[in-house]
């Protein structure tokens, strides 16, 4: 059957391609692996990418040299615990940020000041050196970005980390008290309780595993419990948290600020995978964000072990009064994996993974249950229809189309949310799947430029395949994944390019280059222990404490030479005075585990011990000047 064949026969349900697992064949789905998307051993090619919307897949993604990019992506660095910061169209990665985990390039982890924001333990070693990045997301105003923070969520260790989008730089990192695999995170788009602040003071964290709350070592299953947080975006501290029955996953909100939601797939709170696919619908669950925030400021919650943030009661049984409700449990179809914000701010689209359907919800019924005005809470489904194989995430274009991946399908359908409306209405001649193109392989997440803002632009589709086959030349048994770019412009979608990345990535935004305005050189006074003049250098002893102040100017040190003795502990900080964009200077202290950068006008400082007597040749380590290979400084520590 030919692809053109293919879609004439799924164009109303999108159901055509394959007939859908049946719920009795569900617990086969664990012996499923990545190869169902084609029969037999080799996977099947690509689906040809035709000319659409002014690309073509030669050279859509093309630039010219010295040509920069439309947009920025920001990307999860998966198990590198750090975030690529991508240009696009051209998939070129520009940087990394780290983050979770150590980054010897720029000495992340090593220097005082990153040390600090990641945390350390009472000796001053860092507490974690693991991480887990999944999703991130970036701060709005007026619903849509407004370039002042990103964030990100650590899984492992339940961590979220701020980025400025000024510098590029995570400047916070926050531990959620008893929370294990956070997943889900989303800044809210407004504040509900002051309709005139239409900009994030709120990031929403979803915990993913239900554990014994407090964690203190007794394994009491009636006890396991799901935490969903609320952090300040200015603070970073955590707000409140409200304790649910199931889970979180993802996590959503709304434009007004009044809904935040996370999608369920374990509302049975199984501890083992069998029992968290027993029920046929799970939820998704929606919070009232300011009664909430009064039900804290009433006092009307409790604390849980060591942790002082406040706990409120989203439970069944303690919110089935509609009118005093802290949450509502929307059911849909089976182990959802996803839930996201349609542009027009109406709706949160559920997929169902384990069900081959996608579930709209309107949130103004949502509301009006809140209200009372709603008898039933599943009224406010307003669609539910069949997608394909493996519903995971949902993307817009602004057009009032939306985008899924379906993992097992191998393929990213597009299809209108109002026909869809319309078919489940009763209208079956609404014909609401418009496009389907075949990915390589087992899509996860993916996103459109500006997707979940009011400005959508419906330009660009990027989508994370989790498995790349033969899409790239052979490198052993750990393959990379398989980023690709689709352009969705156009009736029908066009694959772009593919891009290896190594794993394990997830989410991603993108947004327009002129929604940010990064600065190029930092500003001296915002390092409190900054040289301002490299006459201030020298050595400052106070016994066996000793401080080392140098600056850095291209090709030179501010010192040529400085003596220690062994034993001194020793805080080296260093300023670069050079105030040229992209000139950055590196330091290294050779044997003793040192080495970091220094951006123009920046100060970073490390501690080390003087344990090991001799001469060591400090050098720069980023390539500064024609001199380059001649700047350096020697640390002499005599026995």
């Known amino acids: 059957m030919s692809q053109d064949e293919k879609l004439t026969t799924s164009a109303r349900t999108g159901i055509g391609r394959r007939s859908f697992i049946n719920t009795a064949a569900i617990a086969s789905l664990a012996?499923?692996?990545?190869?169902?998307?084609?029969?037999?051993?080799?996977?099947?090619?690509?689906?040809?990418?035709?000319?659409?919307?002014?690309?073509?897949?030669?050279?859509?993604?093309?630039?010219?040299?010295?040509?920069?990019?439309?947009?920025?992506?920001?990307?999860?660095?998966?198990?590198?615990?750090?975030?690529?910061?991508?240009?696009?169209?051209?998939?070129?990665?520009?940087?990394?940020?780290?983050?979770?985990?150590?980054d010897a390039l720029v000495g992340w982890g090593i220097t005082n000041e990153s040390?600090?924001?990641?945390?350390?333990?009472?000796?001053?070693?860092?507490?974690?050196?693991?991480?887990?990045?999944?999703?991130?997301?970036?701060?709005?105003?007026?619903?849509?970005?407004?370039?002042?923070?990103?964030?990100?969520?650590?899984?492992?260790?339940?961590?979220?980390?701020?980025?400025?989008?000024?510098?590029?730089?995570?400047?916070?990192?926050?531990?959620?008290?008893?929370?294990?695999?956070?997943?889900?995170?989303?800044?809210?788009?407004?504040?509900?309780?002051d309709p005139k602040i239409n900009y994030t003071t709120r990031v929403f964290c979803g915990g993913e595993f239900a554990i014994p709350v407090p964690n203190t070592g007794t394994d009491d299953g009636s006890k396991y419990r799901s935490l969903f947080s609320c952090v300040d975006a200015e603070s970073m501290e955590v707000r409140w948290q409200v304790m649910i029955d199931g889970n979180c996953d993802l996590v959503a909100t709304s434009y007004d600020g009044k809904l935040a939601a996370t999608n369920q797939y374990n509302v049975e709170n199984g501890v083992h995978y069998e029992d968290m696919m027993s029920a046929e619908r799970d939820a998704c669950l929606f919070f009232n964000v300011a009664r909430i925030e009064q039900a804290v400021k009433d006092g009307k919650f409790k604390t849980y072990g060591d942790s002082k943030v406040p706990v409120v009661d989203g439970s069944h049984d303690a919110n089935k009064d509609p009118k005093t409700a802290l949450t509502a449990y929307v059911t849909v179809p089976k182990?959802?994996?996803?839930?996201?914000?349609?542009?027009?701010?109406?709706?949160?689209?559920?997929?169902?993974?384990l069900s081959p359907t996608g579930t709209v919800i309107e949130l103004a019924k949502v509301l009006d249950w809140f209200d009372g005005k709603l008898e039933k809470l599943d009224s406010a489904i307003v669609a539910e229809v069949e997608l394909g194989l493996g519903p995971l995430h949902t993307a817009f274009d602004g057009r009032g189309n939306a985008y899924t991946t379906l993992f097992l399908d191998s393929q990213v359908v597009k299809w209108n949310v109002e026909a869809a409306i319309k078919f489940h209405a009763g209208d079956k001649s609404a014909k609401y799947v418009v496009d389907r193109l075949d990915v390589q392989y087992?899509?996860?997440?993916?996103?459109?430029?500006?997707?979940?803002?009011?400005?959508?632009?419906?330009?660009?589709?990027?989508?994370?395949?989790?498995?790349?086959?033969?899409?790239?030349?052979?490198?052993?048994?750990?393959?990379?994944?398989?980023?690709?770019?689709?352009?969705?412009?156009?009736?029908?979608?066009?694959?772009?390019?593919?891009?290896?990345?190594?794993?394990?990535?997830?989410?991603?935004?993108?947004?327009?280059?002129?929604?940010?305005?990064?600065?190029?050189?930092?500003?001296?006074?915002?390092?409190?222990?900054?040289?301002?003049?490299?006459?201030?250098?020298?050595?400052?002893?106070?016994?066996?404490?000793?401080?080392?102040?140098?600056?850095?100017?291209?090709?030179?040190?501010?010192?040529?030479?400085?003596?220690?003795?062994k034993g001194d502990e020793v805080t080296?900080?260093?300023?670069?005075?050079?105030?040229?964009?992209?000139?950055?200077?590196?330091?290294?202290?050779?044997?003793?585990?040192?080495?970091?950068?220094?951006?123009?006008?920046?100060?970073?400082?490390?501690?080390?011990?003087?344990?090991?007597p001799g001469v060591f040749w400090l050098y720069c380590t980023n390539f500064c000047h024609a001199l380059h290979l001649e700047m350096r400084t020697r640390m002499v520590v005599e026995a």
């Open 335 to 353: 182990n959802p994996h996803g839930v996201n914000a349609s542009p027009d701010a109406k709706y949160f689209i559920c997929a169902g993974k």
């Open 115 to 193: 040390k600090k924001v990641m945390g350390t333990k009472a000796d001053g070693s860092l507490k974690y050196t693991v991480g887990d990045t999944h999703h991130t997301h970036a701060s709005y105003k007026d619903g849509n970005y407004d370039g002042r923070y990103a964030f990100i969520n650590d899984k492992i260790n339940a961590r979220i980390a701020r980025i400025r989008l000024d510098y590029f730089v995570c400047d916070k990192i926050t531990e959620l008290p008893n929370v294990q695999g956070f997943h889900g995170i989303f800044p809210d788009k407004a504040d509900p309780v």
């Open 31 to 102: 012996g499923v692996v990545a190869c169902t998307e084609k029969p037999g051993n080799a996977a099947a090619p690509a689906a040809p990418a035709p000319t659409a919307g002014g690309h073509d897949a030669g050279n859509g993604t093309h630039l010219k040299p010295g040509e920069l990019d439309t947009y920025y992506g920001l990307w999860s660095g998966g198990h590198n615990g750090d975030m690529r910061v991508l240009g696009l169209p051209s998939g070129r990665e520009i940087h990394r940020i780290p983050c979770f985990v150590p």
């Open 572 to 612: 080296l900080i260093l300023t670069n005075l050079d105030k040229v964009e992209d000139l950055s200077h590196g330091i290294a202290i050779p044997k003793y585990n040192v080495q970091f950068v220094v951006n123009p006008l920046e100060t970073a400082s490390v501690n080390f011990v003087a344990d090991k």
């Open 442 to 565: 087992q899509p996860g997440h993916l996103n459109a430029s500006q997707s979940e803002t009011r400005a959508a632009d419906g330009k660009y589709l990027a989508v994370g395949c989790k498995f790349s086959k033969d899409r790239f030349l052979p490198v052993g048994p750990l393959h990379p994944e398989n980023e690709q770019l689709i352009d969705i412009s156009g009736e029908k979608m066009v694959l772009l390019a593919d891009h290896p990345v190594r794993g394990e990535p997830h989410d991603f935004i993108i947004f327009k280059r002129d929604l940010v305005r990064p600065k190029q050189v930092y500003t001296l006074e915002e390092f409190p222990l900054a040289i301002k003049d490299p006459k201030e250098s020298g050595v400052f002893r106070n016994g066996k404490k000793v401080t080392v102040k140098l600056t850095s100017q291209a090709p030179a040190f501010s010192m040529r030479e400085f003596k220690l003795k």
